[in-house]
């Protein structure tokens, strides 16, 4: 990954464009956000650098300074996606220790996402099916997906008055469960579907208070 303030030289020797402002975080920010929302619309094929950064309001030389590739730039958006979701997850788990009550939050900041920046949600639900086209984005994909997992995996084992729910169940498998209903919600906040994911999701909350 080449940032601001790395050599104006790709590995290969080709020069790289500069941008005027070239120590701007808020430019490599302002680019990764913009090809959220496109790799959310457009999907990664229908996408081009040009479209991202006419959208970012640079020129293709700056965005190019920053993200040597269309795969780059996508990998960027994905460490950035985590990010968002780590501090999600630290809110659920600050919120309460009862498993109960950290579902309900989980889902409630999930909503939150769904609602006010549907392009992440699209994003994410995209990334499955952006990894089997084009394996040079697995550093990125792989990573978030490992995160995500690794994140509800601590949740749930971190939280006490659980025995209930997992009903001798194995707190991995719980954890998937979570994964695929958080996907499944995805899907339709990404659709814009949003009071079926709000129906969806407290159905599965009553699942959980009725163990």
Same mark, same amino acid.
């Given at each position: 990954?080449?940032?601001p303030t790395?050599?104006s030289?790709?590995?290969?020797?080709r020069k790289?464009?500069?941008?005027?402002?070239t120590?701007?975080?808020?430019t490599?920010?302002r680019?990764?956000?913009?090809?959220c929302?496109?790799?959310a619309?457009?999907?990664?094929?229908?996408?081009?650098?040009?479209?991202?950064?006419?959208?970012?309001?640079?020129?293709?030389a700056?965005?190019?300074?920053?993200?040597p590739?269309k795969a780059?730039?996508?990998? %960027?958006?994905?460490?950035?996606?985590n990010?968002?979701?780590?501090r999600?997850?630290?809110?659920?788990?600050?919120?309460?220790?009862?498993l109960?009550?950290?579902?309900?939050?989980?889902l409630?900041?999930?909503?939150?996402?769904g609602?006010?920046?549907?392009?992440?949600?699209?994003?994410?639900t995209g990334?499955?099916?952006?990894?089997?086209?084009h394996?040079?984005?697995?550093?990125?994909?792989?990573v978030?997906? %490992?995160?995500f997992?690794?994140?509800?995996?601590?949740?749930i084992?971190?939280?006490?008055?659980?025995e209930?729910?997992?009903?001798?169940?194995?707190?991995?498998?719980?954890?998937?469960?979570?994964?695929?209903?958080?996907?499944?919600?995805?899907?339709?906040?990404a659709?814009g579907?949003?009071d079926?994911r709000?129906?969806?999701?407290?159905?599965?909350?009553?699942?959980?208070?009725?163990?």
């Amino acid at each position: 990954m080449v940032s601001p303030t790395d050599a104006s030289e790709t590995p290969s020797g080709r020069k790289l464009g500069r941008p005027a402002d070239t120590d701007s975080i808020d430019t490599r920010d302002r680019i990764i956000l913009c090809a959220c929302t496109k790799f959310a619309g457009e999907g990664f094929d229908g996408t081009t650098n040009k479209d991202i950064a006419s959208l970012a309001g640079v020129s293709s030389a700056a965005l190019y300074h920053y993200f040597p590739s269309k795969a780059d730039l996508y990998v %960027a958006v994905c460490e950035h996606i985590n990010t968002v979701f780590e501090r999600v997850f630290q809110r659920a788990r600050d919120f309460d220790p009862r498993l109960e009550r950290r579902m309900t939050a989980l889902l409630v900041e999930n909503g939150k996402i769904g609602n006010e920046t549907p392009f992440i949600v699209g994003f994410v639900t995209g990334i499955a099916s952006v990894l089997k086209k084009h394996p040079e984005v697995a550093e990125g994909a792989n990573v978030f997906n %490992a995160s995500f997992r690794r994140m509800t995996l601590e949740l749930i084992e971190t939280s006490t008055e659980k025995e209930g729910i997992l009903a001798g169940g194995s707190e991995a498998g719980f954890a998937d469960l979570t994964i695929s209903a958080l996907a499944g919600f995805g899907r339709l906040s990404a659709r814009g579907e949003h009071d079926r994911r709000a129906a969806a999701a407290e159905m599965y909350l009553r699942l959980i208070r009725a163990a």
